[in-house]
Structures are given as C-alpha cells and as structure tokens.
C-alpha cells in the first residue's frame, strides 16, 4: 500500500496520515472479532509525519504590515487586521479570528480580550496592547474586526505579504512519491493563519521571556510541542545562544 502511495506521488504526509487512520481501522476490527488473524505488527508501520517547512514573521516585517495604507483594499484589511492580533495575542485561529465585543473585559484599569479556548477549555486573559486598540479605534469603530472564512484570511494575508515585498527564498524540503524535494519559496507565499501563533512564540522566546509565559498564552500544553512553533535556526539560534 505504501509502495502504491508512492507511484501515485502522494506526499509523505499523506501517505503518513493514510497509514495511521489505516492502522485505527484495523485496531477496531481486531477488537471487536472482525479480524480473527493476528499474525501481524502493525508497530512495524510507523511512518512519523515530517516537520514542515514554516514561517515566521520578525517583529520588524510584523510593523512594517502594521503600517501598511490598505484603506483601499478592504478585504485585505480586514484579513491583515485579524492577522495582526493573532500576531500580537499567540491565539489559535480559532480563537483569534471572530473576537466580538463580548470577549472585552475591563479588569481595574486596563482592557483584556478574554478567550476561552476551543481545543483545550481553558481560559487566559490577553492585554490589548497600544497597537490593538489603534487597530480596532481606526478601523473598526473601537471593536476587534469582525471574522472572516479562514480560507480567506489565508488567501489575503499571502496578498498583504506579497505587497511588502516578503520575496526571501525559503528553502522548503519534503518528501514525494518516496523521494526528497528541495524547492526556494518565496516568503509571502508561506504565510498562512498559523504563521501569527509561531511569530508570537518565535518572538518572545528570541526575546528571553519565559517559556511558561509564553506557552500561558499560547495555549500550548507541552514545551515538546511549544518547540514545534519555535522557528529559528542556524545564524539566528546561534545568536541566540550567544546572547542569553
């Protein structure tokens, strides 16, 4: 079957992903006396997804879409607004595209978006920095913009990204039809919804806040996985090092 994903060109994480619901459905059928042969491994068919290529948006490239006049481009307003406070909260798209009045909470002099996290429960309290409520006062009548498909908040913001000339080559390395691929991206064309969450966490933890802080508002659960999102390498971790 493997063999089979292959000469069709899938890519190794679908192959990955096909494998493992494949594995659950055996699972099942064992359990409940539909399989009655248990003459096989199935530990023997482990085929652990590759990490992807991703993006992540320095604290200079995040100011300069700030920045950006769109009052002409509505649609990709909106989609750079949301982005945006994606940017600056650590949310989970689901939790930061469709923030309404309602998630505002005044807590003794200061303004939080309260979120309650779909994946987890859970809930965290959000500071709306000076750069949000400039968002929500100039743009939309002192509220979080409202949402929009995520289809095209990712479609928008490769759009934004595109205009401020986001044109580094990214080398992007996967595997298909059981052999690697090397590709140059550029990088406006990486970004999607997702990209928000990692520039948050990639940027605070350049900065040496605390990976506890970070994860606090990130939602992440494990540092195993909160190191997933953390997208630095080569000069920059070593830097990195150096500096702490």
Do not use: W
């Not at 595209?97 to 987890?120: P, Q, S, V």
């Not at 920095?129 to 939309?140: N, P, V």
């Amino acid at each position: 079957f493997i063999a089979y994903l292959e000469e069709m060109d899938y890519a190794y994480n679908t192959i990955s992903k096909h494998i493992k619901n494949l594995k659950v459905l055996i699972r099942h059928a064992f359990n409940n006396g539909l399989i009655t042969n248990s003459d096989f491994n199935l530990s023997y068919f482990n085929l652990r997804p590759e990490e992807t290529t991703a993006i992540y948006l320095t604290d200079s490239e995040i100011q300069s879409m700030h920045n950006l006049d769109l009052s002409n481009k509505k649609n990709l307003e909106i989609a750079r607004d949301i982005f945006l406070i994606g940017c600056y909260t650590g949310q989970r798209i689901s939790d930061y595209n469709g923030i309404d009045a309602n998630c505002i909470k005044r807590i003794e002099n200061d303004y939080y978006f309260l979120f309650f996290f779909k994946k987890t429960k859970k809930e965290v309290n959000c500071y709306i920095t000076t750069k949000i409520k400039e968002i929500m006062d100039l743009r939309h009548n002192g509220l979080p913009p409202k949402k929009i498909l995520d289809k095209d908040l990712n479609k928008n913001i490769k759009r934004v990204g595109e205009l401020l000339k986001l044109n580094e080559k990214i080398e992007c390395r996967s595997k298909k039809g059981g052999e690697e691929i090397i590709e140059y991206i550029e990088k406006y064309k990486l970004i999607h919804s997702h990209t928000a969450r990692r520039s948050f966490c990639t940027n605070n933890y350049k900065k040496g806040n605390s990976i506890t802080d970070i994860m606090h508002f990130s939602g992440h659960t494990t540092e195993r996985e909160f190191y997933k999102y953390i997208r630095i390498v080569g000069e920059q971790r070593t830097s990195h090092i150096v500096t702490k």
